[in-house]
Nanobody, 116 residues
Framework: QVQLVESGGGLVEAGGSLTLSCVAS????????MNWFRQAPGKNRELVAR????????YYPDSLRGRFAISRDNAKNTVYLQLNSLKLEDTAVYYC?????????WGQGTQVTVSS
């Protein structure tokens, strides 16, 4: 079955960096776009990055472009999210997600906490 397992979250000071990883299994990873979302306490889940299956083209919301970077390694079935210049408001649970045959699959999430 489809599994997505995130890791790499933690506590970091404002201005610092983290790299999140999501290891996928149960499907042909290279054939699908992959997404990172986040959800802060009391807020809706929001898309933070997408990487396409064809040419690894990346998409970011305007508010995050320049600080976050998504990449993938199809040989390792892994998608990464590099978080740079972290701000207090980046504190959230970060999830990877994949849409397969109109079904949405999510990992369990990894907590990122940014301290002042």
């Amino acid at each position: 079955q489809v599994q997505l397992v995130e890791s790499g979250g933690g506590l970091v000071e404002a201005g610092g960096s983290l790299t999140l990883s999501c290891v996928a299994s149960g499907f042909t990873f290279s054939r699908y776009d992959m997404n990172w979302f986040r959800q802060a306490p009391g807020k809706n889940r929001e898309l933070v990055a997408r990487i396409t299956k064809y040419n690894n083209a990346a998409y970011y919301p305007d508010s995050l472009r320049g600080r976050f970077a998504i990449s993938r390694d199809n040989a390792k079935n892994t998608v990464y999210l590099q978080l740079n210049s972290l701000k207090l408001e980046d504190t959230a649970v970060y999830y990877c997600e994949c849409n397969i045959n109109q079904g949405s699959f999510w990992g369990q999430g990894t907590q990122v906490t940014v301290s002042s």
